[in-house]
Nanobody, 121 residues
């Protein structure tokens, strides 16, 4: 499975961005699609994940109510709509695919290259 993330950029606090993660290859093996982020000097952290088939979504408390994950199985693409962005959301965002414990990055066997999101105050 190959993943290609896009959509990052610079936005002012309170603004919005939508990230995309296009997948290719053995997509039938995907159980979860997730987004993680890593800020400078910090560990990679879980943001959100979605059950690829059923569509159930899960969110970190820090983004609940502001971020929305979705997927288009026909296009093999996952999306992350980010609203009401805050400076503390600044990070490199990675999409990932895998199975098992969706909260744990070790459960994801496939990763995109990351896309930088910068939120200015």
């Amino acid at each position: 499975v190959q993943l290609q993330a896009s959509g990052g950029g610079l936005v002012q606090a309170g603004g919005s961005l939508r990230l995309s993660c296009a997948t290719s290859g053995r997509t039938f093996s995907i159980y979860f699609m997730g987004w993680f982020r890593q800020a400078p000097g910090k560990e990679r952290e879980f943001v959100t994940a979605i059950n690829w088939r059923g569509g159930s979504a899960y969110y970190a408390d820090s983004v609940k109510g502001r971020f929305t994950i979705s997927r288009d199985t026909a296009k093999n693409t996952a999306y992350l709509q980010m609203n009401s962005l805050k400076p503390e959301d600044t990070a490199v965002y990675y999409c990932a695919a895998g199975s098992g414990n969706l909260w744990n990055p070790r459960s994801y066997g496939y990763w995109g290259q990351g896309t930088l999101v910068t939120v200015s105050s």
